[in-house]
C-alpha cells in the first residue's frame, strides 16, 4: 500500500490506539501522584477538622402490661385511654416539648461542658471531673464562658467576662426567665475550694469533684437557653422495628456520645415513669374520690350508730317483733337496691353531662366510677372515645385543626358521641323504671310498717338507717381496696430490651476510610478529566506515528531537542544526538533524489507551515552534514521576508540575494564562504517590498542553474508555505523537498493544504520531518532507532553526554555540597 493510500485511510478511520493512549496517561504518573497525595493530605486534615458524629440507639417494647395478680373482676376501670394505637402515641410523647423538657430538667442539660480543641471548642460533657450543682431557683450568667482552671488538686480559679456595656443577662431556670443586671466591673476572677458554694449576684452553684483533678487544666462551662436546648435534643429518630409489632428503636445523633448515652436512657425512664402514672391515673383519682365519701360514710355511721343507741334506751325497745323483723327485712333489701339504682343513676346523668359538655377527653377530667358499667358496649364506646381525643390531642401539637387526619378524628369522635349519648338514654329509661317498681314496693311496706307500733316504727327506721349507712360503708371500702390493689398492682408497659450504651462505636461522619477512598478516587479521577479535556482540546503533533496515521506524505526522520546556544548543532556538537539524527536524515534523503542522478546537483528545499518549528535550524544542519560529508554546498537564505541564518553565523545582512536580484551584485559577491568546511552561504540581504516578484523572475532561476553547476548540493530555506506562497513556487528547483514539522508546536490542521497536494500529485518528493523531538515526551517512547533518532541505552559511549536534569539528579545535585 502507497503512502498517499495509506494516509487516506488513516485519515478517514479517525482509530484509536488504546495502547497509546495508556502509554499517554502512564506518563502523566507525577501528576496522578501529586493529586493522590494532596487528596491524601486532604482528607486527613478533613477527618480531623470535621466533628464527628455518632448515632446510639436503645430498643424499647411497649405493650399494654397488667399484673396476673389484678383479677379481671376488680371493679376498678383504671385503664380508661388504654391505647390500641399504642407505639404511634408513644412516637408523639418522645418527640413532644414536654417530654423533653422533663428529660432536660432531669439532666441539666442547659449546662454545657466545654473545653479547647484542636480545631473547635470541644463538647466535654461527661468527660470532665467535676459537675455542675446548681441553684436553679437564683440567676445565673446566660450563655457566656465560665472560665475554670484547675489550680491545686482541690482548688479552682473561676473567671468570667462582663459585657462592655455594663449590661448581663441572667436566666433562672425555675421561672425560665432572662433578665438583666448591670455591672460595673469588667471581669471577674477568684479562686474557689471544690464543694464551695460560688454566690454572686450572677451565679449560684457548687462544683462538685467526680475524678481527680490534673493542675494546669482548664475548662469552660456556659449556661445555654432552656427552651433553646429542648429544641435542640428533640429530634430523637423513633422508628418500629420490621417483624416486632410492639418494640420501638430510639435512635440520636451527636458529637458526645455520653451526651446520647445519658439522654437515649433518661428519655426512656421518664416515658416509662409518665406512663405508669397515666396507666393509675383513673384508679388515683377514683382513690381520691372514695376517700372522701368514705369519710363521710364514716362519720354517718357513727352518729347513726350513738342515736340508735340513745333511742333503744330512752324507749326501753331493744328488739323488734317477729312481724316488725319481716317488715324490716324486706325494706332494708330493697332500701339497698334503690341505693344501688340512685348511685347508677346519678353516674350516668354525670357522664351523659361530661360528654355533651366536653370537647376533648381524657384522663385528666374523666368521671371518677365506683360502680361498674354494666353495659359492654357503653364501655367499648367510652374507650373508643378516650382513644380519639388523646390521638387528636397529640396531633395538635405537630399539625394545625384543618390537618386532614385531624378532621378525619373530629369526624369519628362526634359518631362516637352520639352513640353513646343515645344509649345512656337508653340505660337511664331502663334504670329509671326499675327505680319506679322499687319505690312501689316500698310504699307497700311503708304503709304496713305504719301499722306497728310508733316506738318499733322508730326502731325500724333508726336500724333501716344504720343498715343502709353501714352496707355504704362496706361498699366504700371495698372500692377503696381495689383501687389501691389496681394502683399497687400497676406494670409499665415500657420494657427496655437494649439500653443506650458506648461500645466504642465509630463515628457516622465523617468516616476516615471512605474520605481516604475518596481522595484516591478523584486524585485518579481528576487528572484522568484534565488528561481526556486535554486530549480533546489539544491540536498539536506529538509523534511521528501520528503524522504516518494521518497524512499521506511520509515521515523522512525525526531531529531532537537542540540544547546549543545556536543552530549549528552538527558543526559544534559532532557526537550529540541531535548531529548523529541529521547524519541519519542524510542517509534517509538519498531515497528522495531517485530521479537525480548521483553525479549531477542536488537541491534541497525545507520549509514549513508557520515561523518558529525549526526550519532554518533544519537548513543549517541538513547544509552542514553534507558540506562535512566531503560535498561542496551551498546553503540559500530565500526567506526574504524574516531572515534569521545571518544570525546563527555571526554575519551582517547588509548583502545577500535581494542585491543579486536586483542587480547590485554579481553572484560570487553574495556567496560568503563560512568556517564550515565545503559550506558556502547567501544570505537574503535587505529585506525587499517586493520579495514574491523577486523569486519569481528570472534572475532567481538563473541563479539557481548557476549554483548547482557549481555546487553538489543546493540546500534552500524558504518561509513557510502556511503564511505565504513564495516557497510553493520555488518548489520547482528542488529534488526534493523537507517539510519541518515541530513537536508540541505545530498544529494538525496546518499541514492539511501541503497533505491534500501531494495526494493531487501537485508536489512530489517531499517528506515530513519531526523536528524538536523529545524523547521524554508523553506522547511517545524511543521512537526513532527507524528515522535516526538516537539508539536508546545502547548509543553510550557514541554521543556526548547531553544535559538532561531529571527531579532525582536536581534533587541530588542540591543536597550535593558546594565546593
Do not use: C
Amino acid at each position: 500500500m502507497n503512502n498517499q493510500t495509506k494516509g487516506v485511510q488513516g485519515s478517514g478511520a479517525g482509530n484509536i490506539d488504546v495502547k497509546d493512549y495508556i502509554y499517554k496517561v502512564l506518563a502523566y504518573w507525577k501528576l496522578f501522584l501529586v493529586t493522590i497525595i494532596i487528596g491524601l493530605i486532604v482528607a486527613k486534615f478533613m477527618n480531623g477538622y470535621m466533628k464527628k458524629v455518632f448515632s446510639l440507639n436503645t430498643t424499647i417494647s411497649v405493650k399494654e402490661e397488667n399484673n396476673p395478680l389484678f383479677s379481671t373482676g376488680t371493679n376498678i376501670a383504671f385503664n380508661w385511654g388504654g391505647s390500641s394505637d399504642e407505639l404511634e402515641t408513644v412516637k408523639v410523647i418522645l418527640n413532644s416539648r414536654s417530654h423533653n423538657e422533663i428529660v432536660v430538667k432531669r439532666l441539666n442539660f442547659y449546662i454545657n461542658y466545654l473545653q479547647e480543641g484542636r480545631f473547635r471548642i470541644e463538647d466535654k460533657y461527661g468527660y470532665t471531673p467535676f459537675i455542675v450543682k446548681l441553684n436553679t431557683t437564683k440567676p445565673q450568667l446566660y450563655n457566656k464562658l465560665i472560665t475554670i482552671e484547675i489550680t491545686r488538686e482541690d482548688t479552682f480559679k473561676l473567671s468570667y467576662d462582663y459585657n462592655e456595656l455594663g449590661s448581663n443577662s441572667v436566666i433562672n431556670y425555675d421561672l425560665n426567665t432572662i433578665t438583666n443586671l448591670p455591672s460595673n466591673d469588667l471581669s471577674f476572677s477568684k479562686d474557689y475550694k471544690v464543694g464551695e458554694t460560688i454566690d454572686t449576684p450572677f451565679l449560684n452553684f457548687k462544683i462538685k469533684q467526680v475524678s481527680p483533678f490534673k493542675v494546669g487544666e482548664k475548662y469552660f462551662i456556659r449556661f445555654a437557653n432552656f427552651d433553646g436546648t429542648v429544641g435542640a435534643n428533640k429530634g430523637i429518630s423513633v422508628s418500629s422495628i420490621t417483624n416486632a409489632a410492639s418494640m420501638l428503636r430510639l435512635s440520636m445523633q451527636g458529637g458526645n456520645k455520653k451526651r446520647l448515652v445519658d439522654y437515649l436512657n433518661a428519655t426512656v425512664k421518664v416515658l416509662d415513669s409518665v406512663k405508669k402514672i397515666q396507666k393509675i391515673e383513673y384508679a388515683v383519682k377514683t382513690q381520691a374520690y372514695i376517700d372522701t365519701l368514705f369519710i363521710a360514710e364514716e362519720q354517718k355511721l357513727r352518729s347513726l350508730e350513738q342515736g340508735l343507741g340513745n333511742y333503744r334506751e330512752s324507749n326501753n325497745i331493744f328488739d323488734l317483733s317477729s312481724q316488725g323483723s319481716e317488715i324490716f327485712g324486706e325494706t332494708i333489701a330493697l332500701e339497698k337496691e334503690k341505693i344501688e339504682l340512685q348511685s347508677y343513676a346519678d353516674y350516668l346523668k354525670n357522664l351523659k353531662s361530661y360528654i355533651r359538655t366536653n370537647n376533648s377527653y381524657n384522663r385528666d377530667n374523666l368521671v371518677p366510677a365506683t360502680l361498674q358499667i354494666q353495659d359492654p358496649k357503653v364501655a367499648e364506646l367510652i374507650n373508643n372515645l378516650v382513644v380519639k381525643s388523646s390521638a387528636r390531642e397529640s396531633l395538635r401539637g405537630l399539625v394545625k385543626d384543618n390537618h386532614p387526619q385531624i378532621k378525619n378524628l373530629s369526624r369519628e369522635i362526634e359518631i362516637i358521641k352520639n352513640n353513646l349519648q343515645e344509649n345512656i338514654l337508653s340505660l337511664q329509661r331502663v334504670n329509671n323504671s326499675r327505680l319506679q317498681k322499687l319505690n312501689k314496693s316500698l310504699s307497700l311496706y311503708n304503709s304496713k310498717k305504719k301499722k306497728l307500733p310508733k316506738k318499733e316504727q322508730g326502731l325500724i327506721s333508726f336500724q333501716r338507717d344504720y343498715e343502709l349507712s353501714e352496707a355504704n360503708y362496706s361498699y366504700l371500702k371495698q372500692k377503696r381496696y381495689e383501687a389501691g390493689t389496681a394502683i399497687a398492682a400497676n406494670v409499665s408497659d415500657v420494657k427496655i430490651i437494649d439500653t443506650a450504651k458506648d461500645l466504642g462505636q465509630g463515628p457516622n461522619y465523617p468516616l476516615p476510610s471512605f474520605n481516604y477512598l475518596v481522595a484516591i478516587m478523584l486524585g485518579a479521577i481528576l487528572p484522568l478529566f484534565y488528561i481526556i479535556i486535554k486530549e480533546l482540546l489539544d491540536n498539536k503533533v506529538h509523534t511521528a506515528e501520528e503524522i504516518q496515521n494521518n497524512y499521506a506524505i511520509p515521515v523522512l526522520g525525526v531531529v531532537g531537542k537542540n540544547t546549543g546556544k545556536n543552530n549549528l548543532a552538527v558543526f559544534e556538537r559532532p557526537k550529540s544526538s541531535v548531529a548523529e539524527s541529521f547524519r541519519a536524515l542524510r542517509s534517509n534523503i538519498q531515497f528522495l533524489f531517485k530521479n537525480a542522478s548521483s553525479d549531477d546537483s542536488k537541491t534541497l528545499i525545507l520549509t514549513s507551515s508557520v515561523s518558529g518549528e525549526g526550519k532554518t535550524m533544519v537548513s543549517i544542519n541538513m547544509a552542514t552534514v553534507f558540506a562535512l560529508s566531503g560535498k561542496k554546498t551551498v546553503l540559500l537564505g530565500l526567506d526574504l521576508r524574516k531572515p534569521k541564518i545571518y544570525d546563527d553565523f555571526d554575519l551582517p545582512n547588509d548583502i545577500g540575494i535581494v542585491n543579486y536580484l536586483i542587480k547590485q551584485k554579481t553572484l560570487k559577491e553574495v556567496i560568503t564562504p563560512t568556517k564550515i568546511p565545503n559550506l558556502d552561504l547567501i544570505l537574503s540581504g535587505p529585506i525587499p517590498p517586493n520579495p514574491s516578484e523577486l523569486l519569481l523572475g528570472n534572475s532567481a532561476e538563473e541563479m539557481i542553474k548557476q549554483l548547482k553547476k557549481d555546487y553538489d548540493y543546493v540546500i534552500i530555506d524558504t518561509p513557510p508555505v502556511g503564511l505565504v506562497s513564495d516557497a510553493l513556487e520555488l518548489f520547482k528547483y528542488a529534488d526534493a523537498v523537507v517539510y519541518v514539522v515541530r513537536q508540541n508546536y505545530t498544529e494538525k490542521g496546518m499541514m492539511r493544504m501541503i497533505d491534500d497536494k501531494y495526494k493531487n500529485k501537485e508536489v512530489t518528493n517531499i517528506s515530513y520531518v519531526l523536528n524538536d523531538f523529545s524523547v521524554k515526551s508523553k506522547y511517545g517512547y524511543g521512537y526513532g532507532y527507524g528515522y535516526g533518532y538516537g539508539y536508546g541505552k545502547y548509543g553510550y559511549g557514541y554521543h556526548e553526554n547531553e544535559e538532561s536534569e531529571t527531579f532525582f539528579s536536581k534533587l541530588f545535585g542540591f543536597l550535593k555540597p558546594k565546593k
